[in-house]
């Protein structure tokens, strides 16, 4: 049975917001006093990856804007089902590293734990909307094949827990994961790589701060926030409440068209960022996922966009523009 926690700032609770969630179209269309007129498309990239929206997100877009840069994320349309050349189901090849289920090898001192399927939203650029997370997805008590591998290997320094959303998951489990991999001596730091403190903030609660620091480990959070637009005061107050437990925060976004392809876009994103108590970390290009062709920005232009954020703002707000080549020993730094 999942807990239910909730902090005194919060006048609603996580697991609540979890399953207030808008799965129609239409329905989404209503809420916003969106134009219908695009509906069967909409209902046809639906069924190739279902909306998720937390109801709560709706305070986060302007309604009746259907160019709103938030909702440009969440909302499918017919553009998914066109078949583009050079856009695939698994654009990363994930399935050639893959050593053990749930376990994902890449790169030589590093490995990513995909520790759930679950997510609060669906973001439609995403390169695992395909992912066999059926295989991948062990449950406790298949995760043994898992831990094994980073026991054997001493260059492992850094387990990332990924999925999914690893922040979905109870505290319970949560709690479990970090105890097992912390029984393994070469493992120095855990990453968790989550969109749920800018989704649902009311997801940090007290009992998660201590599960998360309650161990040897460094913590290491890499939020994924895309727009200034997604970070509300809730936000903030959940991000200062990690910050202030000395978990290490950092950002992490995806350069997408109509949601952040302009310079400004990224420099009141990265200024409110660090009013969270974060870093900038990572823009990523777009992984060339089968359905989300709409949203590639090309490189001129990201170039061209880092160089007018480099002139803007102080170096160390200034992320790395980086690109993920299957196969490559890291990820492709993009110069500028
Ligand atoms: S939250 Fe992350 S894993 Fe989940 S759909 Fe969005 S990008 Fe994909």
Redesign the pocket.
Known sequence: MIQQNTSPWQTRDWQNELQALIEDPLELAEALDLPTNTFLDMQQANKLFALRLPASMLDRIERGNINDPVLKQFLPTGKETDIVRGYSSDPLQEKTVNPAPGLLHKFKNRVLLTVTQS?????R?????NFNYQDNNPGKAGWAKALNYILQDANIEEVIL????PLSLPDEYLSWLLSSIEKIKHVTTVRI???LPI?IPQRITNELLTTLTLNRLKIVMVL?CNHANEIDEEVMHACHLLHERGITLLNQC?LLKDVNDSAQAHIDLNKKIFDCGALPYYIHMLDKIAGAHHYDVSEAKAQQIMQDINKALPGYLVPKLVREVPGAGAKEMLSF
């Open positions: 997510c609060a939203v669906h973001c650029y995403c390169f695992r909307r990924s999925g999914g959303d790589h989550t969109r989704i994924h995806v």
